[in-house]
């Protein structure tokens, strides 16, 4: 059993930054890749970035691009998530999933995730 506890949300301008973090229990972390999926107010959950088990591979949505960071500590079984020019349209709920992995993929599916978070709130004012 993994629990997975996110933190880092809250209130910033449009072009500010915030910085993310998921602490997860267990002693097994490194063999779980970790998603970052975001809800905003009326929409439905989509992914934003994924990372492997190792931090070797990692997928951002376009709307990421250039903008985001996903990275993870395995000794401290924690994965962070840095936004930095953010916009109005960021604003939502993340949440941060884990599932496990024999090897280094991701994958971006909310379906098949293992574990979930109980989100961080991001809103984002213009």
């Known amino acids: 059993q993994v629990q997975l506890v996110e933190s880092g949300g809250g209130l910033v301008q449009a072009g500010g930054s915030l910085r993310l973090s998921c602490a997860a229990s267990?002693?097994?972390?490194?063999?779980?890749?970790m998603n970052w999926f975001r809800q905003a107010p009326g929409k439905g959950r989509e992914i934003v970035t994924a990372?492997?088990?190792?931090?070797?591979?990692?997928y951002y949505a376009e709307s990421a691009k250039g903008r985001f960071t996903i990275s993870r500590d395995n000794a401290k079984n924690t994965v962070y998530l840095q936004m930095n020019s953010l916009k109005p349209e960021d604003t939502g709920v993340y949440y941060c999933?884990?599932?496990?992995?024999?090897?280094?993929?991701?994958?971006?599916?909310?379906?098949?995730?293992?574990?979930w978070g109980k989100g961080t709130l991001v809103t984002v004012s213009s």
């Open positions: 999933a884990a599932y496990y992995r024999r090897d280094e993929s991701v994958i971006t599916s909310g379906n098949v995730m293992d574990y």
């Open positions: 267990g002693r097994t972390f490194s063999t779980y890749a």
């Open positions: 990372i492997s088990r190792s931090g070797d591979n990692t």
